[in-house]
């Protein structure tokens, strides 16, 4: 057999096991994980909401042993389901918007680590369901919006599922 041919079948050969490693389930444990972009069809996994349609915030959350985001149509329904006590599936990342960078009413990119991030609640600003936690990095930012708009500022940690409560939401949006 000639060194070209078995070249050609040693590299052939590889070809499966290359195609295999291609086909992930997501980031392995330990892995850092990015933050995903909404596309044109990206939907809201509560209520199927397409994401480019609404303004506001929008979130992800990576949970683990899954290979793709849920994505969130507004700040209000990624905290609702993270602070529900029926959730229990393991958190691998939160992503939000930076709504000082981002544009409200178009919000693409921006996306921080939700749970370092400032929330403005109580403000005029509505999102895709109505009154929402506008979402920032810094806390200036925060307090600049909430000096605009009104509402006050909170820490992640200082956000409760009170405040968050889906009840009403969907139903009484005239738009969908």
């Known amino acids: 057999m000639s060194a070209t041919r078995r070249r050609l079948l040693a590299l052939l050969a590889t070809l499966p096991l290359g195609g295999l490693a291609a086909c992930s389930d997501g980031p392995k444990q330990g892995e850092a994980i990015r933050p995903a972009e909404i596309d044109p069809a990206s939907t809201c996994d509560l209520d199927g909401m397409l ?20 994505w969130y149509c507004d700040t209000v329904e990624m905290f609702s389901t993270l602070l529900r006590p029926e959730q229990v599936r393991p958190v691998r ?10 544009d409200w009413d178009q919000p693409r990119g921006h996306w921080f680590d939700a749970r370092e991030g400032f929330y403005v609640l109580g403000s005029k600003r509505h999102g895709s369901m109505g009154p929402t936690l506008a979402s920032f ?10 000096q605009q708009h009104g509402g006050r500022v909170l820490r992640y940690a200082e956000v409760t ?5 889906l009840s009403g939401g969907a139903l009484h949006d005239g738009r969908m």
């Open 93 to 102: 990342a939160v992503f939000t918007q930076d709504m000082g960078l981002a």
């Open 137 to 146: 990095r810094n806390q200036a930012d925060a307090q600049g919006f909430a």
């Open 51 to 70: 994401l480019a349609d609404y303004p506001g915030p929008k979130a992800q959350i990576h949970f683990e042993g899954e290979p793709r985001p849920h």
């Open 161 to 165: 599922p009170q405040m968050v409560d």
